[in-house]
């Protein structure tokens, strides 16, 4: 089929608009080089190994979870998680106290009608190399019904696990149990609204603010014990389909990951400058504007006016060479 020439010129200009920065630091953004990785959905900076980040692919891959050097994109070992099921449709993945690795298989493609899904946790390896770990797996349910997810998160004090619902109107954050139980089901209640169609979530490392991110923007909140305080919007990259989200170890930074075949993963700076990790974040520049107005839906004014200025520009060429 033709396609009209300014779609062609707007998808080249959206793909050269998503290529990182620089690749040189794990937080200034890289791209994803391993071929297996086609579907990165979930995305988790390691606090044990800096500048390694932990992603998996979103369905029909089996148990891996792949370690990622943030300076070269390279794959620098791969898990193969024992004592699960086949998993489903894995969707996120976050790091909790003492280095513990927690692994949402909460996607439900069927629009919510699994009675069920799983959250799986393992323990970080001291080592990076390919390895098999065991696995805990733990039921989830939710008290008022079965419902499609997306992002999960664990609080960096407290261990505490939580759910945000995907719905395009809006979701609500899930509390899970103080401690999950390998036995029986683990209920999950909604304790506050999220004004987000949201495809991941992240806490600071302080666990003080939540970001949470969609597919074309986002919204940080302050965080006091799982109730949300809206603090404004946060500065998306526009990416092909964007789906996770993850803060920096230090916290200085939010990087932001989407699917596709050597997928970037862009850093924007913390809104404010002050992710509650590290010195970098006391000092960071652009925030919230890094990318352009703050208060738009993610992609910047000023990105979306080039965008608008370029794309008309190639097709009034378009226009005229079609006249001759």
């Known amino acids: 089929m033709r396609r009209p ?25 890289f791209a994803i080089k391993d071929p297996r ?8 900076a390691s606090r044990l190994h800096p500048g ?41 993945v976050s790091i909790g106290p003492g280095d513990r690795i927690f692994v949402g298989d909460i996607g439900d493609n069927l629009g919510g009608s699994w009675p069920y899904v799983w959250i799986y946790e393992l323990p ?10 065991r696995a805990t797996q733990y039921v989830v349910k939710y008290s008022d019904g079965a419902r499609d997810a997306e992002s999960l998160v664990v609080h960096p004090k407290t261990g505490r696990v939580y759910i945000i619902d995907k719905k395009e109107e809006g979701g609500h954050l899930y509390e899970g149990p103080a401690e999950l139980s390998a ?47 809206r603090e404004g919007r946060l500065s998306v990259p526009l990416q092909g389909q964007g789906e996770s989200v993850t803060y920096s170890a230090d916290g200085s930074r ?16 913390v809104p404010g400058g002050d992710g509650g990790g590290g010195e970098r974040g006391a ?10 107005d703050g208060d738009g839906d993610g992609v910047g004014t000023g990105t979306l006016v080039a965008v608008a200025v370029v794309v008309a520009a190639l097709f009034g060429l378009g226009r005229l060479r079609r006249r001759r």
């Open 5 to 29: 020439f300014a779609l062609i010129a707007a998808a080249l200009l959206v793909g050269a608009l998503a290529v990182p920065a620089s690749a040189a630091d794990g937080d200034e953004g």
């Open 37 to 44: 990785i086609t579907e990165s959905s979930g995305l988790a």
């Open 52 to 92: 390694i980040y932990w992603t998996h692919n979103d369905s029909d891959d089996g148990p891996y979870l792949y370690a990622v050097d943030g300076a070269t994109g390279e794959t620098v070992a791969r898990l193969t998680l024992t004592g699960i099921g086949t998993p489903r449709d894995v969707e996120a």
């Open 124 to 133: 970080e390896p001291k080592e990076l190399k390919d390895a098999t770990v």
């Open 183 to 229: 036995s029986g089901s683990n209920v999950f209640r909604p304790v506050a609204p999220v004004e987000l169609w949201a495809t991941d979530a992240a806490l600071s490392p302080d666990g003080r603010r939540l970001a949470v991110r969609g597919y074309f923007g986002g919204i940080h909140y302050a965080w006091n014990g799982g109730k949300l305080r």
């Open 254 to 269: 939010l990087m932001y990951g989407s699917e596709g075949a050597e997928s970037p993963v862009e850093a924007r700076d």
């Open 283 to 292: 000092g960071a520049k652009g925030g919230e504007n890094s990318a352009g």
